[in-house]
């Protein structure tokens, strides 16, 4: 049974939210939540659930093609309606993968974990000729990722927002990439940022942000919280 607690946002009554974490070419353990996500959810269906990726679909794990996969076919999550945001990890893929890219750009992202995402699709990483084997279908889907997304209480983005900024204004590089002076903020914000990006060891829960990249490509689990009216919960695969 799922264990929740009291958290410091909110949602309207009878909506239920499942945010997930950074997959990072984990397919199987997000396939894997998504099972889970859709067993929790035919314990106790809500009037309305949603499924938010935070978004880092790609890069450094063994199958980004198949979580990208995942996020295509409407059938992995049957019945939910869907939010991809966009993580730092699709912009990098995108502006290094663009025919114009500076030597320099290609150079970072697959210092940053690009290798692995070519690989996935068995184009070779040395040989931008076979780049061409990730299909076009796999830019349109990310192009079509949005940067964020408010609900309630609460407001999703890959990495947080710059806290001198209304959440209408952010810059969606910040959305994407930021980490301070988020991340040691401590004073109050207009919504409770739901976030990924940074990884800990388990989910953090403080009063203006409940972080959830808890390291699945590095060996940690793959999480989601679930929020419900004012309670928060997990969970992990």
């Known amino acids: 049974m799922l264990e929740t607690f009291l ?33 929790h959810a035919a314990g106790a269906p809500p009037a309305r659930s949603i499924v938010v990726h935070l978004g880092d679909y790609v890069d450094r794990g063994e199958d980004s093609a198949g979580v990208l996969a995942l ?6 999550l049957g019945g939910f309606e869907v939010a991809n945001l966009i993580g730092n990890h699709e912009q990098m893929m995108l502006a290094a ?4 890219a500076e030597e320099e750009l290609v150079g970072f992202w697959l210092e940053n974990g690009g ?17 061409a084997a990730v299909p076009q279908a796999e830019f349109d889907l990310i192009r079509a990722f949005r940067p964020s997304l408010a609900l309630g209480g609460y407001f ?23 980490r301070e002076p988020f991340l040691s903020w401590r004073g109050g914000l207009p919504a409770v940022v739901v976030h990924g990006h940074t ?4 989910p953090e829960v ?27 919960g997990f969970l992990h695969a």
């Open 115 to 131: 290798v692995a995402t070519l690989e996935s699709y068995g184009a070779d990483p040395h040989d931008m000729r076979s780049w």
């Open 71 to 76: 996020l295509r076919d409407p059938r992995a």
């Open 97 to 100: 993968m663009d025919s114009r």
């Open 199 to 202: 990884p800990s060891r388990a």
């Open 7 to 39: 958290g410091p946002g909110w949602l309207p009554e009878g909506l239920r939210v499942y945010a997930v974490g950074d997959a990072h070419g984990c397919a199987r353990r997000l396939a894997a939540l998504h099972e889970m996500i859709a067993d």
């Open 206 to 232: 403080l009063g203006h942000r409940i972080g959830i990249d808890t390291g699945a490509v590095f060996g940690g689990p793959l999480t989601a919280a679930v929020l419900e009216g004012e309670t928060v």
């Open 156 to 178: 999703f983005a890959h990495a947080g927002v710059r806290p001198d900024l209304p959440l209408d204004q952010q810059d969606p590089m910040d959305l994407a990439w930021i």
